[in-house]
């Protein structure tokens, strides 16, 4: 029964993909035959490089952090962004958070003169050619914020793609309408945060069918406060009270209930600054991991009651390797090493840590051995993304880096996956683009040009954002999933797929926010080498139904129901 459902869902995603529909099992049969023999003999090495298709695509953002000179932990926290189909074009578009001024006083512009438009969000609609237009005005995305942090989740099950901006003083809920707009929900929603929000994430923590929303607050931040000494720039994070987090129940009718409290969750104080969920213990249920500034790290787990048991001590995940406080900045869980276990990889102003999921509510900090650690400890490091970036069936990571305190412009760097929870620094060959030195804060990751390789979009404190294209050589194999639940959440948000292809297992979770204030594509990418066809996929989707699919061939992009 799983191998006749596995080819009536291989029709429908072929045709999504924009390629020819196979109309009978037997022409699936002779595609996957064909992809077979076509399978890469070459030799050759790929070679991951990207290059700045940041004009050429028409993207003309510019970050503000509201001062002619950095003078506060808020403007020095920085922005993220995030990608997204807002129009169902089968294109990822591209949405970035700004910042601006909060009171002319105390911070004038250079010619003390307001420009002609304050700085906003973007909206850049992906026309499908490489190059974006800026739909800002039309789709009613230009809130009058402080902006730092975006996500995005299908909240009402419409099959359309809402947002959530968060920032100083203020939360937005915009409900995705369907013809190019969006509208304030906030209100409507019943989601009122005060204070400094910054990462949030959705996850469907009690597996009702409908995505919860948790945000991240970071300090109790006074911007009439200043350092008494003038040598020491500005507070930092622990010259200010640290905030609870917030959790919202989605009550599947287009509104939340705050359950922070009753959750557990309300009992903990810290210093957020990014924040997702995945289900790592791989009991069908999504935990939260909070990655905090100067002050223990969270990991509440799901005891599948509506409660969750802070347990990142126990885990091995709260504290450095040495037990001090990380300046931990954003949170990206992946399975390294094809165990089949989401392992936890942490950006942070010192030491980047990467941390082994040991299958027994724990994790082994790898620290120095992993060949990223030790190289970025150079670095301050914010945002970054885990993927295969030259497809050869390796996880890489990307790692974009700035000065914390200072407008410190710094390269940035991209390590090769070698197995085994191993890395080899490639940054020299990758472009001249990651040479360009910056002063890096929120980066988002997807495949925009959907030719099977993974690009990015980094924020760069007070200057231009740069569009990090992937122009990768000699490269393998690759297959994209956009998940589409039935009885779970529309976005497929927290389904696990393992893939079997070229005799190696892969897993992922479609998760939502992911890295530094960001969210990435949510398709699920593999890379896959040589192997042009996928044996096997398996697919635990978050209704606790599980699907097999068998025979999928490679290179397109496909759109995998819930079977109902």
């Not at 009613?140 to 989740?153: E, F, I, K, Q, S």
């Not at 005891?303 to 300046?327: C, L, P, R, S």
Request: hydrophobic share 35%.
């Amino acid at each position: 029964m799983a191998g006749i459902w596995g080819v009536g869902l291989l029709l429908i995603a072929t045709a999504a993909a924009g390629q020819t529909p196979v109309g009978q099992a037997a022409a699936a049969g002779k595609a996957v035959e064909a992809a077979k023999t076509s399978a890469s003999s070459a030799t050759k090495q790929s070679v991951i490089r990207f290059e700045d298709a940041t004009d050429a695509a028409g993207i003309d953002f510019v970050h503000s952090f509201g001062s002619r000179k950095l003078g506060s932990l808020l403007e020095g926290t920085g922005a993220g962004c995030l990608w997204f189909d807002y129009n169902n074009d089968g294109l990822p578009d591209l949405y970035v958070v700004n910042g601006r001024p909060l009171d002319d006083s105390m911070h004038p512009y250079p010619l003390k003169e307001k420009p002609a438009e304050m700085p906003h969000n973007h909206l850049y609609r992906n026309d499908g050619n490489g190059k974006f237009t800026d739909v800002t005005w039309q789709a009613g995305l230009a809130p009058d914020m402080y902006g730092v942090a975006v996500t995005a989740a299908d909240y009402d099950n419409d099959g359309l793609e809402d947002l959530l901006v968060t920032g100083y003083g203020k939360v937005i809920l915009y409900r995705n309408l369907g013809n190019g707009k969006f509208e304030d929900v906030t209100a409507k929603a019943g989601i009122k945060v005060d204070g400094w929000s910054i990462s949030s994430t959705w996850l469907d923590y009690d597996r009702d069918g409908c995505v919860d929303l948790f945000i991240g607050r970071y300090v109790k931040f006074d911007p009439k406060y200043r350092a008494f000494y003038a040598a020491d720039n500005y507070p930092g994070p622990l010259d200010y009270e640290g905030d609870t987090s917030r959790l919202y129940h989605n009550n599947c009718d287009g509104t939340f209930t705050d359950v922070t409290d009753k959750s557990g969750i309300g009992a903990y104080i810290g210093r957020a600054m990014g924040v997702t969920a995945a289900d790592f213990d791989g009991d069908g249920w999504p935990d939260i991991y909070v990655a905090n500034d100067r002050t223990e790290n969270f990991l509440f787990h799901n005891k599948h009651d509506g409660t969750f048991e802070e347990i990142a001590n126990d885990a091995g995940v709260a504290y450095g390797q040495n037990g001090e406080n990380t300046g931990a900045m954003g949170p990206v869980f992946a399975d390294f090493e094809g165990r089949g276990l989401l392992d936890l990889f942490v950006t942070d102003s010192h030491y980047n840590r990467l941390l082994l999921n040991d299958g027994k509510l724990g994790f082994d900090d790898l620290g120095a051995r992993n060949g990223v650690s030790q190289a970025n400890a150079q670095y301050v490091s914010w945002g970054s993304g885990v993927y295969d970036f030259d497809n050869d069936g390796q996880l890489d990571i990307l790692v974009f880096h700035g000065g914390l305190i200072q407008m410190i412009p710094q390269e940035h760097t991209v390590f090769r996956g070698l197995g085994n929870g191993q890395f080899q620094d490639v940054s020299e060959q990758a472009g001249k683009v990651l040479n360009v030195r910056t002063v890096a804060r929120g980066a988002c990751f997807a495949d925009y040009e959907n030719n099977g390789k993974v690009s990015a979009f980094v924020v760069n404190l007070g200057a231009r954002g740069t569009l990090v294209r992937n122009v990768s050589t000699d490269t393998g194999h690759w297959l994209e999933l956009r998940l589409k639940g039935t009885k779970s959440n529309r976005d497929g948000i927290g389904a696990r797929v393992t893939i079997f292809a070229g005799g190696k297992q892969q897993m992922q979770e479609r998760v939502a926010s992911s890295g530094y204030l960001s969210q990435n594509d949510g398709r699920l990418h593999f890379g896959l080498g040589a192997a042009a066809v996928v044996d096997k996929m398996e697919i635990r989707w978050p209704s606790g139904r599980e699907q097999t699919l068998e025979a999928v061939p490679a290179d397109r992009v496909m759109t995998v129901e819930e079977p109902k």
